[in-house]
């Protein structure tokens, strides 16, 4: 196991988080709740049927109380109560779990509705997206968007490096360094989808003055200092980026893929971020030992 990925087990084990693990009748889900009572990551919150939980009518009425704008009927909102995606979220939402991982039987975006509908978005940052954590050894990176927003502007991939560095420094401990991805390196090369790059760049460094970042960058100018002291010797990332900012769904869903097939990287994620509370979305292809480690970083995103 990784330096990293071993501090994120201590720091899960002094927390004692309530964690939420609402798909219970999968096997890995199982196993894993199994795993984590076994060397006390946390506290699991099981639930097999909502509607006979005790707590189910004050989740109910949670959903009522945030949906009913929408038109969301109080009937309605019992039956969106009883989901466990819902219950799930909605037991963050109301304090009786501290976070929640979900995904391994639902899709993306069944995990993401049940967030909003109990959640809602963080008040600074407006805005859900997901980052993959990428660990080989002791070094760790974070990818974004590589699961959510398929074409993001440039005001979204502020929002998006935001978040992504607040949570590289929660779940790694150290600075981010933030690099916007793109074909160019600092104007060698014109287009519209360079622009985007650059003025998110821009941008970001103007409302996050304390944080290191630079774009656009290639990838190379981004991460090897050799090449970056050829292409963009005054950039201050100098090569060291671990932050990596794409500029869409395609190239950040490819390079994570790339990094984990090709290069012996350990993929982590989509973990969502933008919500109010952490809670999580995991590959439907995952194992026990993946819904484990995605539960180790909720608990640190808790801050």
């Known amino acids: 196991m990784s330096h990293a990925l071993d501090q994120l087990r201590q720091r899960s084990k002094q927390r004692n988080a309530r964690i939420v693990l609402p798909e219970t009748s999968d096997p890995r889900v199982q196993a894993a709740r ?3 009572d076994r060397d006390g990551l946390g506290q699991v919150i099981w639930v097999e049927d909502p509607s006979a939980d005790p707590r189910f009518d004050e989740i109910a009425a949670h959903v ?3 949906r ?3 038109g969301v009927t109080a009937e309605q909102a019992r039956e969106l109560a009883a989901l466990p995606l819902i219950f799930g979220a909605g037991l963050v939402a109301t304090g009786h779990a501290d976070c929640g991982v979900s995904g391994a039987a639902h899709a993306t975006p069944e995990v993401i509705r049940a967030g909003l509908i109990c959640l809602g978005t963080a008040p600074s940052i407006p805005l859900v997206s997901s980052m993959f954590l990428l660990v080989r050894g002791d070094e760790v990176l974070s990818f974004a968007d590589c699961g959510v927003i398929p074409d993001p502007d440039s005001e979204q991939l502020v929002h998006i490096a935001n978040a992504t560095a607040n949570n590289h420094k929660l779940l790694t401990g150290t600075e981010p360094r933030v690099a916007f991805l793109s074909f160019s ?3 060698s090369a014109s287009h519209p989808k360079v622009d985007k790059m650059r003025t998110a760049g821009e941008q970001f460094r103007a409302t996050h003055p304390n944080v290191v970042a630079d774009g656009e960058l290639q990838f190379d100018a981004a991460y ?3 090449v970056a002291q050829r292409k963009s010797p005054d ?3 100098n090569g060291d980026a671990n ?3 794409f500029p869409d769904l395609d190239s950040g869903n490819i390079a994570y893929k790339l990094a984990e097939r090709l290069a012996g990287f350990e993929a982590y994620g989509p973990l969502l971020q933008g919500l109010d509370k952490p809670w999580l979305d995991l590959s439907r292809g995952c194992s026990a030992e993946d819904i484990v480690g995605v539960a180790t970083m909720a608990s640190a995103m808790l801050g």
């Open 34 to 36: 199994a795993q984590i």
């Open 64 to 66: 009522l109380a945030r």
């Open 68 to 70: 009913q704008h929408k």
């Open 185 to 187: 390196t600092h104007g």
């Open 224 to 226: 090897v200092s050799a």
């Open 235 to 237: 950039s201050p990332l």
């Open 243 to 245: 932050v990596l900012v």
